[in-house]
């Protein structure tokens, strides 16, 4: 994969979430501008754009036609552990808690959360 980029509500809230997972995963900033922000690794990068206030409505939902989460890579299960402590410390909204860290099934050890914007996030440990 070459990029992605998502547009966001509030980007002063989506580049706080985002920024801190990504340099966590090993990504560093890359572009800064007005309605947006970036992080690099390797030769992928994610990009961050504020949304138009006339195309906020209807909110993001991960359930209707479109993308439904974005998985990245951990470089071990404790990473994910260290990542899940550290997000819910910061109050981000996590997933399937009861089922920690098999939420993906039996044998896929990952954390799941929510952006700002409820995107679903998945950190994977390899297998």
């Known amino acids: 994969m070459h990029h992605l980029e998502l547009y966001v509500s509030d980007l002063e809230a989506s580049a706080g ?3 801190w997972l990504l340099g966590e ?4 900033p890359y572009q800064r501008w007005e309605q947006g922000r970036s992080w690099k690794k390797d030769r992928f990068y994610l990009v961050l754009v504020q949304v138009e206030e006339k195309h906020r409505d209807p909110a993001y939902h991960r359930r ?3 993308m439904n989460h974005v998985a990245f890579h951990a470089s071990s299960r404790e990473q994910v552990d260290r990542l899940a402590t550290e997000l819910a410390a910061r109050g981000t909204v996590m997933l399937y808690g ?3 860290p098999y939420g993906g099934g039996e ?3 990952a954390l799941f959360c929510e ?3 409820r995107i679903k996030v998945e950190v994977a440990a390899p297998n």
């Open 115 to 117: 952006d700002p914007d």
């Open 64 to 66: 209707k036609v479109g």
């Open 98 to 100: 009861d089922r920690y």
């Open 107 to 109: 044998g896929h050890y």
């Open 25 to 28: 995963l090993g990504y560093e």
């Open 17 to 19: 979430f985002w920024g």
